[in-house]
């Protein structure tokens, strides 16, 4: 199995050692994904749908470089700060994914930094025959 990784035009250092996305034989595994910027800091404190919105395009990104599109999305790990963000969260979560859901899971749990509300890892079958 030939592996490679996905790392979109822009990314910043990781704070561990880890990159955005690997490809391995049509599927895209996303990273944890955090609302950072470039020099992971995070993005808009306190709001949860705006963190949301960031870290799904930080996900589309990985995936359409890797040649595939939202709707290849299969699978989100998803991890919350608060259960109070999760009406928020899942508003914008559906404009991201209209049509058909991919499955998940969704935990509250204390995140890498304070301010931090929401972290995504993304499985996506991009492969011609997926």
Known sequence: MAKQTVMPKGTGKPLAPFVPGTMADGIVYVSGTLPFDSENNVVYPGDASAQ?????????????????????????????????????INEVYAEFFPGDKPARYCIQC??????????????????KDS
Request: charged residues 20%; proline residues 0%; aromatic residues 6%.
């Open 52 to 88: 949301t919105r960031h870290v799904l395009e930080i996900i589309k990104g990985v995936v359409e470089e890797a040649g595939g599109t939202m709707a290849d999305v299969t699978f989100n790990m998803i991890m919350i700060k608060d259960w109070s963000d999760y009406a928020a």
């Open 110 to 127: 204390g995140l890498v930094k304070e301010a931090a509300l929401i972290e995504i890892a993304s499985i996506a079958h991009v492969g």
